[in-house]
């Protein structure tokens, strides 16, 4: 596609259940980054993918979160038993290789009640 | 490890008025740095970038920005704002080695645009 695209832009969740964000990255991309964007914050990376490489998941917060890359392109952040500070705009970029810029995508708005 | 600061939350300027939106890195070294704009429900969008070289440089819709090492920073500048201008901007540091780096992201400076 023309651009990064993830899925839902909207998401409203009950407290404890569980959620999953998808990401769509830009077609030939090898890097895959997730980050989250609480109201007033900057962008906190999460976890990071390269290739066939180990992902690096240093900016994930809690076990509750994973993510996942499926044959090197869309990737699912899942986070379980939801807590209502989970609320906040998450983030998907990629790039083509380790040095290369990072494009965007429109995030997903999480509300947890 | 390296950080941003950038020390204005929420800036407003008239439509056709200069703009600076200041940013400010912690870093051992010269890092990479971006300013990013993100509009209403929209992703980021890379305005521009500093890798080396010329201090000054240029980016898209009429944005500038100038590395100054002696003051760690790298201030975002426009010579005249227009109204679709309003959105939040970001500065983010990379450190300048090879391979994978993590982009620090700065908490964003929400830019109001009034006629």
């Known amino acids: 596609g023309a651009g990064v695209s993830q899925s839902p832009s909207n998401k409203v969740t009950e407290k404890g259940k569980d959620v999953e964000l998808r990401c769509d990255p830009i077609s030939g991309h090898t890097a895959l980054y997730w980050y989250r964007q609480s109201l007033g914050q900057g962008l906190e990376f999460l976890i990071y993918f390269q290739g066939n490489s180990a992902p690096d998941k240093s900016g994930l917060p809690s076990d509750r979160f994973s993510a996942e890359r499926t044959g090197g392109s869309v990737s699912t952040l899942t986070i379980q038993r939801t807590q209502q500070e989970d609320s906040a705009v998450y983030l998907c970029a990629s790039s083509l290789g380790l040095a290369g810029e990072q494009f965007f995508g429109p995030g997903t708005r999480l509300t947890v009640l | 490890a390296q950080s941003v600061t950038q020390p204005d939350i929420h800036i407003t300027v008239s439509e056709g008025a200069s703009l600076e939106l200041r940013c400010n890195y912690s870093y051992g070294a010269t890092p990479y740095l971006f300013w990013y704009v993100q509009s209403p429900g929209q992703g980021l969008q890379l305005l521009l970038k500093y890798f080396s070289g010329d201090t000054l440089v240029q980016g898209i819709k009429g944005f500038e920005a100038e590395f100054k090492r002696s003051q760690s920073s790298f201030n975002l500048r426009k010579p005249s704002v227009h109204w679709s201008d309003a959105a939040e901007y970001f500065c983010?540091?990379?450190?300048?080695?090879?391979?994978?780096?993590?982009?620090?992201f700065g908490t964003g400076t929400k830019l109001q645009v009034i006629p």
């Open positions: 983010a540091v990379r450190p300048y080695s090879g391979g994978y780096q993590k982009v620090t």
